[in-house]
């Protein structure tokens, strides 16, 4: 006998499903992965229905259209799928596609006891799943720009009261100490304060890319007194561009990401004069090929 659209046992079936799709698609290795996106519930991160769910891309032209399309009721069946939900459509502020943050986590290694910075929270989901890889034994301080988003995280994360959200900038300074960061939002370049803020062994995974078009979600680890720490691209990816950091001309990163490959980078450097090995020079920091 099917349960009754809307009950909990629904919403419980359907995240099961949701999470077994999500952690297949992602080939997260980390059980904990399935678990989490099994365990957080989308709905009340979504809003009520019916919903604006993204079915082409952001980038395109706005006179081909809405790159949305809207669900026809508030089954919540349309949330339990791979698909980005709108925030603020005509921003293209979206509770972001969930295999790419399935992988993005797997790679980011959130462990129960750490301390992790969220910088973009939206409404909060990918926060809660956080919160949930932590435990209650870790912390998880979330960073949204955006005071009304902020407030609706801060209202979604009562469950999880060892997550917090603070309506600011989370590339200014005052971060707390982390073992690992991760943004949701493109940036040029790391900001410096995140590089400060992470604890000797810390990971930062954040969306290398110009201010407008494709980048990739960079993964650095940080080796303390190190002028050339590990990094590598997790996934191509498109996010919002981040505020709080300085414009920066972004020709030369556009130019990177053209060229490729993105797998082909295996460390970001400092203080030293970029060689061959350099895969995009950012000034005071470079993208190599060449390991650490």
């Not at 303390?224 to 990163?253: H, K, M, N």
Request: hydrophobic share 45%; with cysteine; charged share 20%.
């Amino acid at each position: 006998m099917a349960d009754r659209v809307g009950s909990d046992a629904h919403s419980v079936k359907l995240r099961g499903f949701y999470a077994s799709l999500v952690a297949g698609q992602s080939a997260a290795a980390d059980r904990r992965i399935e678990e989490a996106f099994a365990a957080v519930p989308r709905e009340p991160f979504a809003g009520p229905g019916p919903w604006s769910i993204l079915a082409a891309n952001v980038w395109r032209s706005r006179d081909r259209g809405s790159p949305y399309v809207t669900t026809p009721d508030d089954d919540p069946a349309f949330l339990y799928q791979d698909v980005l939900v709108a925030l603020d459509a005509a921003r293209s502020i979206n509770i972001g596609q969930p295999s790419l943050h399935a992988l993005c986590l797997d790679a980011l290694a959130p462990q129960p006891g750490e301390t992790v910075i969220q910088v973009g929270t939206g409404s909060g989901y990918y926060t809660a799943l956080l919160a949930h890889l932590v435990r209650p034994e870790g912390q998880v301080h979330g960073f949204e720009i955006d005071p009304n988003l902020a407030e609706r995280t801060a209202r979604n994360l009562a469950p999880w009261p060892w997550a917090r959200v603070e309506a600011r900038s989370g590339a200014s300074d005052g971060l707390p100490q982390a073992d690992a960061i991760y943004v949701n939002a493109g940036a040029p370049r790391p900001a410096r304060v995140w590089l400060d803020v992470l604890r000797p062994d810390g990971r930062l995974l954040f969306p290398l890319q110009p201010r407008y078009g494709r980048g990739g979600m960079l993964l650095i680890c940080k080796v303390a007194g190190a002028a050339a720490w590990p990094a590598r691209f997790v996934s191509p990816s498109v996010f919002i561009p981040l505020q709080g950091l300085p414009e920066a001309d972004t020709e030369g990163l556009s130019e990177a990401f053209a060229r490729g490959p993105l797998m082909a980078v295996r460390a970001i450097r400092f203080g030293e004069k970029p060689d061959a090995s350099c895969w995009y020079d950012g000034g005071d920091w470079w993208l190599s090929t060449r390991a650490p």
